[in-house]
């Protein structure tokens, strides 16, 4: 899977025009507020449609403007695909060879395509709720049965809440069997998901840090003692009165734990800002690898100028991990150094003032 070509209009601070993209490898160099994450926010956003900057899709619309087009031509071993991403004020609208886009998974399927962003830290020091994306997220890439459980559990959980605020309480019953058997089938994944995360990212910690240092990922659900749906829609009963106390659901899916793990505890507490940049890092490395496992397909990857904090040896040898992808697109200071080996197949631009010029 290749970006041939994207052309820009109006999008954020990018000159209008078509730019090739036809090698295995992107490097974008150029200042800090040049227009490189931009660049990768394009690709994301043809991949996914929607951004990983922003939830107001309008601000990618240029200062001014009113409207916003990008188009690709995207190629596989079987296939050219024209996509486009439009959007006026905040009415987008998506084009697949000619026919609209009703649901986004349609083209999650067709254009894997995986970010490493330094907000990526938060997968070790942030709220439970980062790490609970990132793995709903890993398996949503490969199994669209997960995403639809996904979907309906928040759904419904929504109107179990809706239901607690405005005294419906009759109505919880329903809403219990419903998260009950939903949950207990994301629950099965997930557990499924971290063993073999964890058969990936132990290795790969220990191979680039140079360490022993063993870093595991816990799960912990929310429902761990229950066997079966029966016994948590026994629970959610018990738990009727507190959730209507408090207004919400206190239980489920959506208040499970993942931790990141060493010998001695948490990584957030036991570990450097180094090794928890690195740890980081390596969770999209066994994305990427997971995703290859379940598939046979490599994904597009994004690396927004994260390698900044990594020493040369551990750069080199991230790099090196860096296996399982199609294409990549990078961003990076002007003489900051990319790669030891110089790459078959790869372009480089030059990017100031959202001009890309191919050095």
């Known amino acids: 899977m290749h970006f041939k070509s994207i052309k820009f209009y109006n999008f954020r601070n990018i000159n209008n025009g078509i730019v090739l993209f036809d090698k295995d490898d992107i490097i974008l160099e150029g200042m800090n507020g040049q227009g490189k994450t931009n660049i990768l926010e394009s690709v994301y956003t043809l991949c996914y449609g929607n951004s990983f900057r922003t939830q107001v899709s309008r601000e990618m619309i240029k200062h001014g403007e009113r409207i916003m087009n990008l188009s690709a ?11 486009s991403y439009s959007l006026e004020l905040n009415k987008r609208k998506i084009i697949l060879n000619g026919k609209e886009v009703k649901d986004r998974k349609e083209l999650i399927y067709l254009f894997p395509c995986i970010v490493f962003t330094h ?24 199994d669209p049965i997960y995403l639809n459980y996904i979907r309906s559990y928040r759904n419904i959980l929504a109107q179990r809440n809706a239901a607690i605020k405005n005294n419906q309480i009759s109505l919880l019953d329903i809403y219990d069997v419903k998260l009950a ?85 948490p990584l957030v507490i036991t570990g450097s800002t180094g090794q928890i940049r690195l740890a980081s890092l390596l969770f999209r490395i ?6 290859k496992d379940k598939t ?30 199609c294409q990549a ?9 990319y790669f030891n080996e110089k790459k078959e197949s790869i372009i480089e631009y030059n990017v100031c003032e959202g001009c890309l010029n191919e050095i």
């Open 73 to 83: 031509i995207i190629e596989d071993e079987d296939d050219i695909y024209e996509v």
């Open 329 to 337: 697109f990078y961003t990076f200071l002007p003489r900051e150094s």
């Open 119 to 142: 907000d990526d830290i938060d997968f070790i020091k942030g709220e439970p709720e980062m790490r609970r994306k990132f793995f709903d997220q890993t398996l949503s890439m490969y």
């Open 181 to 265: 058997n939903l949950g207990f089938e994301i629950i099965k994944s997930r557990k499924t998901m971290v063993n073999e995360f964890n058969e990936i990212f132990p290795f790969l910690y220990k191979k680039i840090s140079g360490t022993e240092k063993n870093i595991t990922v816990n799960y912990r659900s929310s429902w761990e003692e229950k066997e079966n749906p029966n016994q948590i829609i026994e629970y959610l009963k018990e738990t009727h009165d507190r959730d209507i106390k408090l207004l919400t659901t206190t239980s489920g899916i959506h208040r499970d734990r993942f931790t990141v793990n060493d010998e001695n505890g």
């Open 296 to 325: 046979g397909k490599d994904p597009i990857l994004l690396l927004d100028d994260v390698l900044l904090e990594l020493d040369d040896i551990k750069r080199a040898k991230f790099l090196n991990e860096l296996t399982s992808y």
């Open 286 to 291: 066994a994305e990427a690898r997971i995703f």
